[in-house]
């Protein structure tokens, strides 16, 4: 069966600091990979999606990226966090088009 | 710009009640529909998914799409107090490079015992 694993679970970082996500699939080849965050109280906003190694699609870069080095390794980054990066962040995958999408425990970040 | 609405809610109903969840979307080229539950903290997790128009059932759910109304609803029969979560409908957009699942800001469900 497949997993999705991403860590850390949660996150606390200074304003300016660098950040690192990661996420990694297991059971299943060439998953399509997604980055969602969702703030506070609020609705799921997708950041990046992949459909193969290094190909990454891209719907609010701001100073956020993603890479995605390997068939099942998803890594969300930044190099200068803002107060506005803080939220719970979701790596999800899914088999083919129309598919649904599986989720990640996901990780809380807090931006101090 | 594709849109997924729902009414945030809360919605409110009895235990053993039937609770009904709406969303409505932009894009007529959607080709498939889906329905998550997300519990306070945790991630979200799949109930449904439906393509087709008519209904699907899946023991206490069903889901209902009409396309040319551009709208899909939740039915939770025999609602009960773990049923309360925020529900999230989502929609399923063919892009050039891959589809993408755009998610409604959801509807947050409290079944009262």
């Known amino acids: 069966s497949q997993t999705i694993h991403q860590w850390p679970a949660t996150l606390v970082q200074p304003v300016g600091s660098p950040l690192s996500l990661e996420c990694t699939v297991e059971?299943?080849?060439?998953?399509?990979l997604y980055w969602y965050r969702q703030a506070a109280g609020r609705g799921l906003q997708l950041l990046f999606y992949s459909v193969g190694i290094g190909q990454i699609s891209s719907e609010v870069p701001q100073n956020l990226s993603a890479s995605r080095p390997q068939d099942r390794q998803f890594i969300l980054s930044s190099k200068k966090l803002l107060l506005s990066d803080s939220g719970f962040y979701l790596c999800?995958?899914?088999?083919?088009?129309?598919?649904?999408?599986?989720f990640g425990n996901g990780t809380r970040l807090t931006v101090t | 710009q594709k849109e997924v609405e729902q009414n945030s809610g809360p919605l409110s109903v009895p235990e053993g009640a039937i609770a009904s969840l709406n969303c409505t979307y932009s894009?007529?080229?959607?080709?498939?529909f889906f329905w998550y539950r997300q519990y306070s903290g945790k991630s979200p997790e799949l109930i449904m998914f439906?393509?087709?128009?008519g209904d699907k059932e899946d023991g206490r759910f069903t889901a209902q799409l009409n396309k040319a109304s551009q709208y899909v609803s939740l039915l939770i029969r025999d609602s009960q107090p773990s049923d309360s979560a925020t529900y999230l409908c989502?929609?399923?957009?063919?892009?050039?490079?891959?589809?993408?699942?755009?998610f409604g800001a959801g509807t947050i469900l409290r079944v009262k015992s």
């Open positions: 439906i393509y087709s128009n």
């Open positions: 059971g299943t080849s060439n998953p399509n």
């Open positions: 999800a995958w899914s088999a083919a088009y129309n598919s649904p999408l599986h």
């Open positions: 989502a929609v399923n957009w063919e892009e050039e490079y891959g589809n993408k699942l755009v």
């Open positions: 894009d007529r080229g959607s080709q498939s």
